[in-house]
């Protein structure tokens, strides 16, 4: 059974403040490694990852995997309070069911002015 | 486009009710998934299609059916509220990208949410 473990489940930090998240994951067969962000409603893509080392930046977020150790972390610099949301990893993996997503817990950021 | 649609954004129910709760895609998507989200869990899946016609089971299906008779709608049904359905109910779709002659996975895009309660 897929696996995946966010660290930490939450997190209170100023504005201005940089901020790692992680992502852990056992999956048979890795595929990809997507973060998302949800604020108030429905998850919002933000990355997907596929290869180690290859950086993915958009702005103040960047996001790289490790396949050797089976990890992803999530990077804000610069945080602002737009930022506040729950930012939830998953995994696919590419055996038959290679279009379903293993979700984690997610993992709660709070930016206070 | 309006992307992935849901309804209703809110309901509540009875003990033992039934109900439908509506997805629909205008991106022509051939695979679309439910999840429910419950408060620190993430998402759980239900149920997930692959093409018209297809339905599977997802990690947590007990309680729940769907059915997928066209390639835009998915609804899910509760035939027998408990409440421990209490939950948001978020539709999702994707698309699987091809590179190189190899189907390789696409990020799945969301709707709104329906936040169902079960008294």
């Known amino acids: 059974e897929d696996k995946v473990v966010q660290s930490p489940l939450s997190l209170v930090v100023h504005e201005g403040d940089t901020v790692t998240l992680n992502c852990s994951y056992e999956?048979?067969?890795?595929?990809?490694l997507l973060w998302y962000k949800q604020e108030k409603k429905a998850p919002t893509f933000l990355f997907m990852l596929?290869?180690?080392?290859i950086e993915k930046k958009s702005g103040r977020l960047s996001s790289i995997l490790d396949k050797k150790e089976l990890f992803s972390i999530l990077n804000i610099t610069a945080t602002q309070t737009g930022d506040s949301a729950i930012y939830l990893c998953?995994?696919?993996?590419?055996?038959?069911?290679?279009?379903?997503?293993?979700f984690g817990k997610g993992t709660l950021l709070t930016v206070n002015p | 486009n309006a992307g992935v649609t849901q309804t209703p954004k809110f309901r509540i129910l009875k003990i033992g009710q039934s109900m439908t709760l509506q997805c629909a895609q205008d991106m022509n998507h051939n695979y679309m998934y439910w999840y429910r989200q419950d408060p620190g869990m993430g998402l759980k899946l239900i149920y997930y299609?692959?093409?018209?016609?297809?339905?599977d089971k997802g990690e947590v299906p007990n309680g729940y059916n769907v059915s997928r008779s066209t390639t835009e709608d998915f609804p899910l049904r509760l035939e027998l509220a408990a409440p421990s359905q209490t939950s948001v109910y978020f539709c999702?779709?994707?698309?699987?990208?091809?590179?190189?002659?190899?189907?390789?996975?696409?990020?799945?895009?969301f709707g709104p949410g329906t936040r169902l309660t079960v008294l």
């Open positions: 999702a779709s994707s698309y699987p990208r091809t590179s190189g002659g190899l189907s390789s996975y696409n990020e799945q895009f």
């Open positions: 998953a995994v696919s993996n590419s055996g038959g069911s290679n279009y379903k997503l293993t």
């Open positions: 596929t290869s180690s080392g």
């Open positions: 999956v048979t067969n890795f595929r990809s």
């Open positions: 299609s692959v093409g018209a016609g297809i339905t």
